[in-house]
């Protein structure tokens, strides 16, 4: 258990937008120096929790908190303290890419022009385009430069990469992993792109219907998953495959492969071996994890 004050808790948060709600009795905390993966499909509830984390919505019910005072009441030296990317990215169309860096920069006494020089050549961002002409991938790359430009405490990335290409996507990544080396700094990345949040987060938050369904150190939670390849060590497979805590079980070509939680490697073999069978074990992607636990909710609670 971490004892250390989280820069983030919400409490018994409740959010309805008439006939939908958004966010359902959320508990959550989130503690200084993590990436933390907020995780879900469309309309989940994610980018809702978000913009409670800065006061941009207030809870019908519950509290939260950002840097131990009421997000709603978050003042500009509090907002200061924090980068927020939202997938809308919204910008000043008029201004040129260079005019609105220097517009944004103007507020902030802890700007790195080193930083942003860097940026602006690993990312090829042409500072002398009129930022209404840029391309939705280039709109993402310059909103995501005014978020880090001036080192924030607390970042916060709601659907980064969704424009972005495969090799922007992959820079960006890497430039995620530069940006934690700061012990204090956080990061919140919203995505439901989780073969790129997978290789960057230490800890996991799935969400389904305005619920958190895992809250959980991403570690931890690989751990608990496998996918395992089944093959008869003579002539076909078993009719019946009894391995504990299967959650899915595919056969093709003589072959299965399951899918298991909590099992160690030492009890799939021991039962490998009584079957008369050999298996090799996998790790779980990000992916197929939440896609295990949003269509096995009962798993749900053993992960909160």
């Known amino acids: 258990m971490n004892t250390e004050n989280p820069i983030i808790r919400l409490q018994a948060v409740s959010k309805r937008f008439r006939h939908v709600q958004a966010l359902d009795n959320v508990n959550l905390d989130i503690h200084p120096g993590h990436i933390v ?17 800065i006061g941009l919505y207030l809870p019908d019910a519950g509290s939260c908190t950002t840097f131990g005072r009421a997000a709603g009441e978050l003042d500009a030296g509090d907002l200061a303290r924090v980068g927020y990317v ?13 005019q609105l860096i220097r517009y944004v920069s103007a507020y902030y006494s802890t700007w790195n022009h080193e930083l942003e020089g860097s940026y602006i050549s690993e990312y090829d961002i042409d500072v002398k385009a009129r930022v209404g002409s840029l391309s939705p991938g280039q709109r993402q790359k310059l909103a995501i430069l005014l978020a880090i430009g001036f080192e924030p405490e607390l970042l916060i990335l ?8 495969p090799l922007a996507r992959a820079q960006f990544l890497d430039l995620l992993l530069r940006i934690i080396q700061d012990e204090g700094r956080t990061i919140i990345i919203s995505s439901h792109i989780l073969s790129d949040v997978e290789k960057v987060i230490d800890h996991a938050v799935f ?10 150190p991403f570690d931890a939670l690989r751990e608990r998953f496998a996918r395992v390849h ?6 076909p497979l078993p009719e019946s495959l009894p391995f504990d805590n299967v959650l899915h079980c595919r056969r093709a070509n003589g072959q299965a492969v399951l899918t298991v939680h909590d099992c160690t490697a030492e009890q799939l ?6 079957l008369g069978c050999w298996i090799e074990i996998e790790t779980l992607p990000l992916e197929d994890i939440y896609r295990a ?12």
């Open 158 to 165: 709601d659907e980064p990469a969704s424009a972005l290409d």
């Open 86 to 98: 939202h997938q809308e990215g919204d910008l000043l169309d008029w201004m040129t890419v260079k």
């Open 230 to 235: 089944v093959n008869s060590k003579r002539g």
């Open 207 to 216: 969400m389904t219907g305005g619920r958190i369904l895992v809250d959980s």
């Open 37 to 53: 993966g907020l995780l879900g499909s469309n309309g989940a509830g994610k980018s809702t929790l978000l913009r409670h984390i």
């Open 293 to 304: 636990v949003v269509t096995n909710e009962s798993l749900a609670p053993q992960f909160a």
């Open 269 to 274: 073999h021991a039962q490998a071996d009584r």
